[in-house]
């Protein structure tokens, strides 16, 4: 089953924070977050396995909530190089994921 | 290093066509995977190979699709008679192993006309 982003788009200027969801209707063993570019393959972010934990990279960060099957990527003083879609990725525990459809980012000067 | 390549990096084709697309994963990598993208669209999951054992198939949408995997490395997808909506772009991505950052080729863009 497909997990749910929201929002579906967001615009900030730079400098803004955004949050990012990302939520579930099974149980889940991880959750992957990936970034694309227009016209660019996606690159892994982060994962985050099930037990609560939070992972962080420079100042973007995400949480695990196992419990209620919901991720959240936070995006801090965002950068003109933080634009792009945003995709979680959900494994019930096959070891292959579902996509969200992805949340459309785009940072303003 | 050398990342995941894909080939062709574009691919047009008249339905009802045979279309093969291959991977080339990182070496070292046992997990390969396949996605299609359509346009503003998010990942849609195809299949996924891990080392020797059988490929989960449960995402290829109808039995046009195949893929396999020789000698645990290099994957071709293959789309027998091709149809307007088979449209997309398709991405390969290979991993450590199961459940480990995924690296995504540059993909295959097909049209079918």
């Known amino acids: 089953q497909q997990p749910v982003q929201s929002p579906q788009a967001v615009i900030l200027r730079e400098g803004e924070d955004a949050v990012i969801n990302c939520s579930s209707s099974?149980?889940?063993?991880?959750v992957h977050w990936y970034r694309q570019k227009h016209g660019e393959a996606p690159v892994f972010l982060m994962i985050?396995?099930?037990?609560?934990e939070q992972k962080g990279h420079e100042k973007i960060s995400a949480s695990f909530n196992e419990k209620k099957q919901q991720s959240s990527l936070y995006l801090t003083a965002s950068q003109l190089s933080y634009s792009g879609t945003y995709f979680c990725?959900?494994?019930?525990?096959?070891?292959?994921?579902?996509f969200g459809q992805g949340t459309r980012l785009t940072i303003n000067p | 290093g050398a990342g995941v390549s894909q080939s062709p990096s574009n691919k047009v084709t008249e339905k009802g066509k045979d279309v093969e697309l291959r991977c080339d994963p990182i070496?070292?990598?046992?997990?390969l995977y396949w996605y299609r993208q359509s346009l503003g669209q998010g990942l849609e999951f195809l299949i996924y190979?891990?080392?020797?054992?059988?490929?989960?198939k449960s995402g290829l949408p109808s039995d046009r699709f195949s893929a396999e995997r020789t000698g645990g490395s290099v994957s071709t997808l293959t789309i027998q008679r091709t149809q307007q909506e088979d449209s997309a772009v398709y991405l390969c991505?290979?991993?450590?192993?199961?459940?480990?950052?995924?690296?995504f080729g540059d993909g295959t863009r097909l049209s079918i006309l």
């Open positions: 991505a290979s991993s450590l192993s199961g459940r480990q950052p995924q690296h």
């Open positions: 099974k149980a889940l063993y991880s």
């Open positions: 985050l396995l099930k037990g609560g």
């Open positions: 990725g959900t494994e019930e525990g096959a070891q292959k994921l579902v």
């Open positions: 070496s070292g990598h046992t997990a």
């Open positions: 190979f891990q080392g020797n054992s059988a490929p989960d």
